[in-house]
Antibody
Framework: EVHLVESGGDLVQPGGSLGLSCAAS????????MNWIRQAPGKGLEWISY????????YYADSVKGRFTISRDNAKNSLYLQMSSLRVEDTAVYYC????????????????WGQGTLVTVSS | DIQMTQSPSFVSASVGDRVTITCRAS??????LAWYQQKPGRAPKLLIY???NLPGGVPSRFSGSGSGTDFTLTISSLQPEDFATYYC??????????FGEGTRVEIK
């Protein structure tokens, strides 16, 4: 069974830094691309970052570009998100999510999600 | 970025009702659309992919349709466990991915 477990969420001051982790199990982590998606309190879903299976391709949403860094360690079945220059508007539950196209090269869906970890940016 | 617009934002319905939610893309996305279900305090769950395909384990009362810019999620007979918020997602792998604002389905 696929499991994704995020950790690292905390209360941090504006301008601060924080690192999140996502531990994966139940599937061959090294062949799947992965993502971070966040949800501000009472709001909708916002995709923020993608990393390919080999780490060769990385994308960011404009809202976090230059401040957040996604990475992975396939030997440890783990995904990471390093966040810096945090803003109040970065307050959200952060989910890691596995991605794939179900065999359709043109498509990309998020088929498994972790339970999320809460990041609160406040003074 | 492609904008995804869902309607309505809120639905009040009874068990056994037929519920329809629509999602419109700001430009054509072929059939590259997904629907997710999110219950309070829980992670989203993939409900439909490629506009009309159900992953294993999703009940057949859920169905999806549409292509291009207009899509529909239908719950044929609402069950107590279906009360949740539903999001559409444009899934074009050549673009960055965006979600609709969500439709909350509540008990009448």
């Amino acid at each position: 069974e696929v499991h994704l477990v995020e950790s690292g969420g905390d209360l941090v001051q504006p301008g601060g830094s924080l690192g999140l982790s996502c531990a994966a199990s139940g599937f061959n982590f090294s062949i799947y691309s992965m993502n971070w998606i966040r949800q501000a309190p009472g709001k909708g879903l916002e995709w923020i970052s993608y990393i390919s299976s080999s780490s060769k391709t990385i994308y960011y949403a404009d809202s976090v570009k230059g401040r957040f860094t996604i990475s992975r360690d396939n030997a440890k079945n783990s995904l990471y998100l390093q966040m810096s220059s945090l803003r109040v508007e970065d307050t959200a539950v952060y989910y890691c999510a596995r991605g794939g196209g179900f065999g359709d090269y043109g498509a990309y869906y998020f088929d498994y999600w972790g339970q999320g970890t809460l990041v609160t940016v406040s003074s | 970025d492609i904008q995804m617009t869902q309607s309505p934002s809120f639905v009040s319905a009874s068990v056994g009702d037929r519920v329809t939610i629509t999602c419109r893309a700001s430009q054509s996305i072929s059939s590259w659309l997904a629907w997710y279900q999110q219950k309070p305090g829980r992670a989203p769950k993939l409900l439909i992919y490629a506009a009309s395909n159900l992953p294993g384990g999703v009940p057949s009362r859920f169905s999806g349709s549409g292509s291009g810019t207009d899509f529909t999620l239908t719950i044929s007979s609402l069950q107590p466990e279906d009360f949740a918020t539903y999001y559409c997602q444009q899934a074009n792998s050549f673009l960055l991915w965006t979600f609709g604002e969500g439709t909350r389905v509540e008990i009448k």
